[in-house]
């Protein structure tokens, strides 16, 4: 499992509990945090995060439209997915994208769901569709989810989650892959 969190300064307070609450909760699991190049964490915090937490850091420079919105917001977080998986050999495993001020309570959902053979997992959401909170993708849909919005025509102000969402269900519709609801517990789903 890869954990990657977009950050910005206006984050620092929260960071520490929430990166410590995901090391705590997924030990093996190695956390890259993607800083706004326009906005970034104080070298002071992003130290201490490293050292409580192991955590990589680097900043990125695409448009994130002041709340991770736009098409470029969405290629870009997909890119730090796969660079991020790259960077961990994390070949055929799975990204887990947080929120900073996302706490991971209860692992066993998500790692059950993996378990189950579910290719994406998020939070239930009240529109259907992925909220920032939390979600996680396998290499597999995440590869084409990462293509087809590349090529694909985006609205201009589009939500990074719900679109990232939409593109996953969109791949689950052409039978390749499960997915299941965490919050439902009702299994994987074809």
Known sequence: ITIVVFCYRGEEEILPMSLGRAHAALPEAQIHLFDDDKDPLRPDTVAMLKERTGCTYQTTTFDRQRNLNGKECVVGELSCMLQAMDED???????????????????????DAIE????????????????????????DILEVVYNNAQVMTLPEHCAEDETIGALCYIAAAQGTYSWTDVEKGDGAHK
């Open 116 to 139: 189950q053979g579910a290719k994406w997992v998020s939070h239930n959401s009240m529109k259907g569709h992925f909220a920032g909170m939390f979600y996680a993708i396998h290499r």
């Open 89 to 111: 050999a994390n070949k055929d495993g799975y990204v887990l994208k947080m929120d900073p001020d996302t706490f991971i309570l209860r692992p066993n959902l998500f790692l």
